[in-house]
């Protein structure tokens, strides 16, 4: 496995463990706001605080 693999799925374990709430995703697709281009994110964290969505 290249290092840089390891290390995006050490950070995702990393945020799973200090954010149980949330959902840890390693190698996400998140649609652009503005562009509506489908971006990849090595890792991507979604939590919901006080009612609101956080990404």
């Not at 840089?4 to 463990?17: D, G, H, M, Q, S």
């Not at 954010?19 to 509506?36: E, L, R, W």
Request: net charge positive.
């Amino acid at each position: 496995m290249p290092e840089w693999l390891n290390f995006e799925k050490v950070v995702a374990r990393i945020y799973e463990t200090i954010s149980p709430k949330a959902t840890v995703k390693h190698n996400d697709f998140i649609m652009g706001y503005n562009s509506g281009v489908k971006r990849q994110i090595d890792v991507s964290m979604r939590f919901k605080e006080a009612g609101c969505n956080f990404l």
